[in-house]
């Protein structure tokens, strides 16, 4: 076990080649591991970033397999577990994901996690101005529930956050906000899906002004695309050719995470497998197209968790996969980081051997140092060797400051626009990439961080922000942003 765990925590910089031999771009990234023997803990399953304190570093929660959810307050740059102080749970039932999200408009990160049993309730914890947590009882805490991904949006454009709870062994729940209560959305209206659902996320393909609903389908089960209609939703998925029918009950989705890969302003969409991984590149007028087959993304494996983030700062995003292999009891990480080779490609930058290569679950990309870099947070549920394991971003200085953070608010200064679209432009007017507030990704999580674009210049750009409003789609530009007036903090963005 102890060599084990060195190999895990051990670094060095390898290189890799890709099918047909050594190609340019595909050295493996220089990352170092950050405090590994306290992050140590084996059965670490969610990870979820927020900055719950309000100091301007962002912190993390991780759920844990023994019922304890920890929580690690970020002192810049050093992490120390309060979770027991703050009255978080040391035990119990297991908590199957995580999502931060400022539920009662007071300005301060709430936390909703999910029991993975359906006997055991879920949990709701009210941040009571960063010095505690106090769980509610609300309706969304009931049991009855195999609980996967849950997500914070504003799917009705009130103004307020309701809650989507995916469900692994029975229906989905979506839940209306109502001054502060939470109202379950009838089956008709909500389309609650039966099939075992795992990930979720939601985004706007078709431009209408409000968040739409994909769901990674388990056990064989075809995927969906529930389009919302405001009065109701419909699942477009097999008019789309996005269902996938006809897998055996071995094999099925597990995870989503949304991002324009290519740069055209289109927000795509990655969903990992068991069985075939998928990238559905969206084609700007409705439809999909899975482009994964001709970008070297259709593996066939264990994939559970991803997440797009561009690590090298070259405008492009990259993106890490969580993935396993062996039999129940006996899983070994098989994990994937690919590089992203200008929209026309993927090469996989992780060596046999690399010490990235230690998740099963959870991922998340977070700056939590403000140098510009994105650094790498994962987790292992299996084997006695887990851990929820942080990586630094050795990336240098000069390509670290290539790089900008934009935060969205709305109209009250809050963070409560999940789902809301960011693009950067030229000043030619030349789209630079896109990036969405996020609904959910990695592994049954829902984090609060900045979004980061890498950039190529220092140059200036246009900052366009769209959000999802009861009268459309809004948008509201900020001009002539100096990236570098604003490394080491954030631009925000207050909705008008």
Known sequence: MRDELMRILSWAVLSTGIAGGEAAGTTEP???PVQP???SVPGSLSNSWADFDRDGDLDFAVSIKTGEIRLYRNDLGTFTNIGPAVGLPVSGAEMRGLSWGDYDGDGWFDLYAGATKATEANLLFRNEGGRRFAAQD???VAPGRSARQSSWVDYDNDGDLDLFTADRAGANALFRQDA?????????QAGDDPRPTVGACWFDYDRDGDLDLFLANQAGATDALWRNDGDRFI???PALGMHRPGRPAEEGSVGCAVGDYDND????????????????RNKGDGRFEDVAPHLGLAEDNHAVGAAWGDYDNDGWLDLFVTAYIGKSGAQQPANRLYRNLGGKGFANVLPAGSALDVADHGVQWIDYDRDGALDLSVTRGYTATGGHFLFHNDLGKYAARRSLSVRVLDNAGRFTRMGAEVRLYAAAGKIV?????STGDGYNSQGTQPLHFGLTSAAPVTVEVTYMTAAGRKTQRARSVRPSRYFGRTLTIIEK
Not at 268 to 278: A, M, P, R, W
């Open 433 to 437: 990439a896109t990036r969405q507030v």
């Open 30 to 32: 220089a990352f170092t």
């Open 180 to 188: 502060g209560h939470f109202v379950r959305v009838g089956a008709a």
């Open 265 to 280: 302003g289109e927000l795509d969409l990655f969903v990992t497998s068991y069985g075939v991984n998928i990238l559905y």
């Open 37 to 39: 023997t306290d992050f």
């Open 235 to 237: 699942d477009v998925a």
């Open 138 to 140: 609300l309706d969304p």
